[in-house]
């Protein structure tokens, strides 16, 4: 695929089937995320990939999670957390490992690289034919999912991207007028 199609027709794709991608496949992916801007190349990223059963114990980390924050959540709200890492064949957690107190890199621009390791992992997905998207959600944020998935001290879950091949047709791409975003000063 072209450079030019693929930067401009990115499309998030919420209807996801199919298989595990291939190993090849997988490690194109992460070969993409390693190649995000990094100031201080400091690395801070980690990823976990769930497949298979992998994402049944990523749903029942998501159960716990809702528990602790809504003890009140009725069986609709329960069994709609646990099936969420049911709809892709793939889910890889990209998380920004974050360096406290480094004397040149700020948490955010640490959050911003593993950010744009997750956007290159989009980009990749699509330049092989396969449907991605990204999501957070309160499960992003929650202490106890965090706490399940191994993150320490101010590591950030960035997102959650939910990979597969297509399912159903394209969303039509948004049109919008760069002169509504530009500022020129010159
Ligand atoms: C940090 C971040 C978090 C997001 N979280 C969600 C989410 O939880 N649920 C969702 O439906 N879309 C989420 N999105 C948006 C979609 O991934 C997607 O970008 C959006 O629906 C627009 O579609 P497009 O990418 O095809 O333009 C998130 C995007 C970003 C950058």
Redesign the pocket.
């Known amino acids: 695929m072209q450079a030019d199609t693929l930067l401009l027709n990115?499309?998030?794709?919420?209807k996801l089937a199919g298989e595990l991608p291939d190993a090849d496949t997988l490690e194109f992916i992460y070969q993409a995320a390693l190649r995000a801007p990094d100031h201080g190349c400091i690395r801070p990223w980690r990823f976990i990939e769930f497949s298979g059963a992998g994402r049944e114990r990523l749903g029942e980390i998501f159960f716990r999670g809702l528990m602790a924050r809504n003890p009140q959540a009725d069986e609709a709200q329960q069994n709609k957390v646990r099936m969420m890492t049911l709809r892709a064949p793939l889910i890889i957690a990209v998380i920004a490992k974050v360096t406290e107190d480094h004397p040149k890199v700020p948490v955010i621009e640490q959050v911003l690289s593993a950010?744009a390791a997750?956007?290159n992992m989009?980009l990749a997905a699509y330049a092989k034919n396969l449907g991605a998207?990204?999501?957070?959600?309160d499960v992003?944020f929650d202490p106890v999912v965090n706490q399940e998935l191994g993150l320490e001290g101010e590591d950030q879950v960035?997102?959650?991207l939910y990979i597969g091949d297509v399912e159903g047709r394209n969303?039509p791409?948004?049109e919008h007028s760069t002169e509504d975003f530009v500022e020129r000063w010159s």
């Open positions: 990115r499309n998030s794709h919420p950010g997750a956007q989009m998207i990204w999501r957070t959600g992003a960035v997102g959650y969303k791409l948004p």
